[in-house]
């Protein structure tokens, strides 16, 4: 039997502000660089490779736009501003303790969309600066 969960219920919290109406939310993507350590001493003619310098990734959250929205608002402040924040992503469905991800950030895209015939949305990307925490409930 399976213990997978949903994804609704996912908050996006940035700055200790939870940001109202998310649709989707993807990240962090976070990666490792890969470093050839190859040499004429290398088994089997085979690549040799240690972990190099890691990297916390990116975070795209998209949304129903909400023109009073506190942290919308503070994302688009602090994307022009160029400011470091604190965010998290609050994950759903467990009962007790809240797991979460979190970690520190800039807003490097903030996007409005105004299509014809759907409602205004916004989208925007956060650039993991740091070590992404995931915690457990």
Do not use: C
């Amino acid at each position: 039997m399976t213990v997978a969960i949903s994804g609704f219920g996912t908050k996006f919290n940035w700055n200790a502000v939870d940001i109202a109406e998310g649709t989707n939310i993807t990240g962090p993507s976070e990666s490792a660089d890969m470093i050839d350590v190859t040499s004429h001493d290398s088994p089997s003619a085979f690549r040799e490779f240690v972990a190099g310098l890691r990297n916390g990734g990116d975070i795209s959250i998209e949304g129903n736009f909400i023109k009073g929205d506190p942290g919308q608002i503070a994302m688009h402040t602090d994307f022009q501003a160029g400011t470091k924040r604190a965010w998290i992503i609050k994950l759903p469905g467990w009962v007790g303790g809240v797991p979460q991800i979190s970690g520190f950030g800039f807003v490097t895209a903030f996007d409005l969309t105004y299509p014809l015939e759907d409602k205004i949305g916004f989208s925007a990307t956060v650039k993991v600066t740091g070590i992404p925490t995931l915690t457990p409930a």
